[in-house]
């Protein structure tokens, strides 16, 4: 038989019932804010491995390395400078090719700051660098030093760079420099 609205209104207004149907809106609402949470956290989780980290590809040349506690170029002239003409430092840094040899990849100069630089030799000239690698991003491992270089050597450098004769000319004195070489590179591509 079906409940009149008398029957229903003293249902509704019964103190036990009034206490049962707060007691089943509160579940009601906690259950709600649970699947909420629970939804919003999955949203959350799948925006996190959405994201996928970018990957860089390097071309490696000579020995494996990685380019993980690589210094910086500012780093890097700071250990230079603390170096006397002969001795040497394993290290490992990262920098911008500033010039290679055009002839065949022989040889890279990187920047150190606006007007230093390190030459960059290949153990044992296991590797050369591509010709065009030019303001490619590097990491380079290897031995580190300070040298004199000789007038014929510097000579040399010039015309494996394309300079002129007369720039050629114009080196007459030796030169104290920062010195490197890699016992592998990797090159950003």
Known sequence: MPMSILNF????????????MKKLI???????????ACKNEKAANKTKQDVKPEIVAFDSFGAKITKDAALNSDEMLLKFTNLKV????????????????????????????????T????????????????????????????????????QHYAEDAGKTKEEIAKITVSKKEFVFEANGVLMKK
Do not use: H
């Open 26 to 36: 509160k579940f009601c609402a906690v259950t709600l804010l649970i699947f909420a």
């Open 119 to 154: 030459m960059v030799r290949f153990k044992d000239y296991g590797f050369f660098m591509p010709l065009d690698s030019k303001d490619r991003e590097v990491t380079i491992e290897g031995k580190a030093f300070v040298q004199e270089t000789s007038v014929k050597e510097l």
């Open 86 to 117: 002969g001795d040497t430092i394993n290290v490992k840094f990262a920098s911008k090719i500033k010039e290679v040899c055009s002839k065949k990849g022989c040889w890279m100069k990187l920047p150190l700051d606006d007007t230093t630089e």
């Open 9 to 20: 209104l003293t249902f509704v207004v019964n103190p036990l019932n009034i206490y049962k």
